[in-house]
């Protein structure tokens, strides 16, 4: 199989060519959720940190003043590129950067005190899967904080939040509900703990610009969000230029003690 027939192959070429996009993103680059990950961290007694699909790094960097050692890990050697770069620039010498798939960690048993992730999950070919290898790589008693979009779970809301998602990336696999994030979070054997939901206001021109979505994908988003049911229209809040509002969630968890 080729490099273009992977999931892997697609998400590195996608987040390849953007990552210096996603560095000064305002949407990646700020939140109450970076806050909540930080307060997070901090309140640890300066953990081994391991941001998992770490993007252009701006968990790293934001939770870095607080750790001992922070790995940036993600699929897209660009990616860890620019993280490299960009922690350097900033004084972050505890920063570190791996490459690798989520599904399988490099990592060995009980080797971090934390574990974080934000906007990453709806790009993991195996959700569950890499959910375990987080909970494998964490140390007894250790914390996880994951933050993504979600999807609100009514089926005709999900059709249409799937159909844009993959529309702008094709490397986008799936936003779940938060009842499936529960779940899965319990599964792999964490006690969950606070859960914080938040509103994205996405702005549609940077959104795609972003991604460098084609001009005749750009097309077919904005020709759907003009046939939308009102009741679409309105739980999206989609306004006239195509902006819209994204759910998203903030989950912490902890790996009971042996």
Not at 156 to 179: F, W
Request: include cysteine.
């Amino acid at each position: 199989m080729t490099e273009k027939q992977t999931h892997e192959g697609l998400v590195g070429r996608q987040f390849g060519t953007t990552a210096e996009a996603y560095l000064s993103s305002a949407v990646h680059a700020q939140g109450a959720d970076l806050a909540m990950l930080a307060s997070l961290v901090a309140g640890l007694d300066r953990p081994r940190v391991l941001d998992l699909g770490c993007g252009a790094g701006h968990v790293s960097f934001n939770v870095a003043p607080h750790a001992s050692e922070v790995v940036a890990y993600d699929l897209s050697s660009e990616m860890l590129g620019v993280v490299a770069k960009a922690a350097a620039d900033r004084g972050y010498s505890n920063i570190s950067t791996r490459q690798g798939v989520v599904e399988r960690l490099p990592f060995e048993d009980a080797s971090f005190d934390c574990v974080l992730t934000r906007f990453s999950a709806h790009h993991w070919q195996d959700f569950e899967a890499a959910l375990r290898e987080a909970a494998r790589v964490l140390k007894p008693g250790g914390t996880v904080g994951f933050t993504d979009t979600v999807t609100p779970g009514s089926p005709l809301l999900d059709t249409h939040l799937q159909t844009i998602e993959l529309l702008r990336d094709p490397s986008h696999v799936r936003n779940y509900t938060r009842a499936e994030w529960d779940a899965a979070i319990g599964r792999a054997g964490f006690k969950l703990g606070a859960v914080a939901p938040f509103t994205l206001r996405i702005e549609f021109a940077s959104w795609v610009a972003r991604m460098r979505t084609p001009q005749v994908l750009v097309d077919a988003i904005r020709a759907l969000q003009a046939t939308l049911s009102d009741k679409v229209e309105r739980h999206f809040a989609v306004g006239p230029d195509g902006s819209f509002d994204l759910e998203a969630a903030f989950f912490q968890a902890t790996k009971p003690a042996a």
